[in-house]
């Protein structure tokens, strides 16, 4: 299988069915074989029912599901254990995350040769609050510094890329998420990229 996509969740039942179908339309006009992933941490709305639903009509889309809000860590570090891909792309839910950035992605790791590529989200939407972007280019700078990895802008975008290897040799507990390159880079996973990708506005419900 070429390519896994992780979905971590919590309440998006609104969007799930359009990321799907975009997700379907990318994958198809590259002749892709796929899986997406639905980690549903705990929704209290229909998520579990539309993943079902989804499901039910593809046989590409397969469900993990939380029976209370655990956190991004545990709902990756489930989306790792059950991907089969060759490549495993993480993405939001909330429609943020263009999957349009797929084919790009899997090519730095499967042609450039990179253990994991993380996106860039150079760009943000005008609707993120100063409350937001201030802690986050603090503790990425410190990210930075604390782990040596110069290179990356974002060690917390939710849009990533690894080689499959990568998401089988890390454990993503508490939250650890938000530190992934630097398990990656400890694991022995050195060669780490980053991608500008393109920020939309969340479509659905409430960050």
Not at 86 to 106: F, K
Request: glycine share 8%; proline share 4%; aromatic share 10%.
């Amino acid at each position: 299988m070429n390519i896994s996509v992780i979905v971590p969740l919590y309440n998006e039942e609104e969007s799930l069915p359009e990321l799907y179908a975009w997700i379907d339309r990318v994958m198809k006009s590259k002749g892709f074989s796929y899986e997406v992933i639905f980690v549903n941490d705990g929704s209290t709305d229909r998520s579990w029912d539309v993943i079902r639903e989804l499901s039910e009509k593809s046989e590409n889309v397969k469900g993990i599901k939380f029976r209370r809000n655990y956190g991004k860590s545990p709902a990756l570090y489930c989306g790792f254990a059950a991907a089969q891909g060759d490549v495993v792309i993480t993405m939001d839910a909330d429609l943020q995350d263009s999957p349009d950035e797929i084919p790009e992605l899997y090519r730095m790791i499967m042609e450039d040769g990179y253990d994991l590529v993380s996106g860039y989200k150079q760009n943000r939407k005008k609707g993120d609050p100063l409350s937001k972007t201030i802690p986050t280019k603090l503790f990425n700078a410190t990210a930075r510094q604390v782990s040596g990895i110069h290179n990356l802008h974002d060690f917390n975008c939710g849009l990533k890329a690894y080689r499959k290897e990568v998401v089988k040799n890390i454990e993503v507990y508490g939250e650890m998420h938000r530190y992934i390159p630097y398990l990656a880079k400890n694991a022995g996973f050195s060669k780490i990229g980053e991608k500008p990708v393109h920020h939309q506005a969340r479509k659905f419900g409430t960050s």
